[in-house]
């Protein structure tokens, strides 16, 4: 009997502590909310087309966590107005020290800029509105964007592939510089210490590193890079009607419809002499191992990628006057990037494992892949 109610007491106390923990998330919340009166004011507007006078909130709710790593909480927030009640929605991060807070600041209004230089035809690219952003509570908000990440939305495949390789394009420039080989070079060897590897599979990636390095040492490839440019930070919006379309001239009706695409969570960002080809490893090696895993091939992936590239090619030739073929006339990294993320995840695993032997297939999996990548490039 003793027994029964102390497991009931420590029941309710834990029930207790969750809602106490939920009111008070929901009452930081609310504080913080209500210092972006003129922000929802003007979100009531963009729906009504008339400037509420007066603005109260009613409820909010958390979502949903976005981004890879999970960091930014999609929030929706009930509005009562004099003109009726309205919910919008805004994207919370806390970040891990002052410093990132301005620097992620730094990086939103850079992508920003990029996006809205485009022409007119590529305005569904985009990266959500910064609000606010304020380093001593290490605080950042952003419009809130409600749609599906890249894995989750149900478009048709081309579509998205060549859509996301636009926008990275748009994301890179026309930056077209010199890259830090010496810099992959040195990450590759820092990843590959920790790997279970024989001596077969250190001489094959070896050999392959040094081709793939030669590749990058006689292109001019180098650019801003985004970093991590993984699947879970692209989102899908809705899809919106055009305005001032000439209905009569239209060959396509799709046209009539854009389908905004958003980079979200900028946290890191480098310098223009890293390889853009490393942003588009990150984004494939992930799909790619799950192809390799579960049929044994990396086709699908492979007409993934081309498709992205030719997205990106048109974007890129836009704005630079370049295709990837002249920023690189000894052939693209491709497999490199894509390896070094796979020998990544093999080193995490390792290292979450603690010597638990089970991990050992998918580590293998990862490095058989990697190397197939690295001697025989995917495309």
Not at 135 to 154: D, H
Not at 278 to 286: H, K, P, Q, V, W
Not at 297 to 310: G, M, Q, V
Request: proline share 3%.
């Amino acid at each position: 009997m003793d027994k029964e109610m102390t497991r009931q007491n420590e029941a309710w106390n834990g029930k207790a502590n969750e809602i106490r923990e939920k009111m008070r998330y929901t009452e930081l919340l609310t504080k913080i909310v209500s210092c972006f009166e003129d922000h929802l004011k003007t979100a009531v507007e963009k729906v009504t087309q008339l400037r509420p006078r007066f603005i109260t909130i009613n409820d909010i709710t958390s979502i949903r966590k976005m981004g890879r790593t999970g960091k930014i909480h999609l929030v929706s927030v009930n509005l009562g107005t004099d003109a009726g009640s309205f919910t919008t929605m805004i994207a919370l991060k806390i970040s891990s020290s002052p410093r990132k807070v301005i620097q992620e600041a730094e990086n939103s209004q850079m992508l920003t800029q990029r996006l809205e230089q485009l022409p007119a035809d590529f305005d569904y690219l985009k990266t959500p509105k910064l609000i606010h952003s304020d380093p001593e509570s290490r605080l950042l908000i952003y419009e809130g964007i409600f749609g599906q990440t890249y894995t989750e939305t149900k478009l048709e495949r081309t579509f998205k592939a060549k859509t996301v390789g636009k926008l990275l394009a748009a994301i890179h420039g026309s930056q077209a510089d010199r890259i830090d080989v010496d810099k992959y070079k040195g990450l590759m060897a820092l990843v590959l210490i920790d790997l279970p590897l024989s001596d077969q599979h250190t001489r094959d990636i070896s050999l392959a590193v040094d081709f793939s390095l030669s590749k990058m040492r006689h292109s001019i490839g180098g650019s801003l890079i985004f970093a991590d440019f993984h699947m879970d930070n692209v989102i899908f919006g809705q899809s919106i009607k055009r305005d001032n379309l000439d209905y009569s001239v239209l060959k396509d009706m799709s046209a009539v419809y854009k389908q905004n695409v958003y980079i979200i969570d900028p946290e890191y960002m480098y310098p223009g002499d890293s390889d853009r080809f490393e942003d588009i490893g990150t984004f494939f090696a992930y799909q790619c191992l799950q192809e390799f895993r579960q049929f044994g091939t990396i086709n699908e992936t492979r007409k993934d990628i081309l498709t992205f590239l030719l997205g990106y090619n048109q974007v890129l030739k836009l704005i630079a006057r370049k295709d990837l073929a002249d920023l690189y006339p000894h052939g693209v990294p491709i497999g490199f990037h894509m390896a070094y993320n796979l020998f990544l995840g093999a080193r995490e695993l390792i290292r979450r494992a603690r010597g638990d032997e089970k991990v050992l297939p998918e580590v293998e999996d990862r490095i058989l892949l990697g190397i197939q990548l690295l001697q025989n490039d995917i495309i």
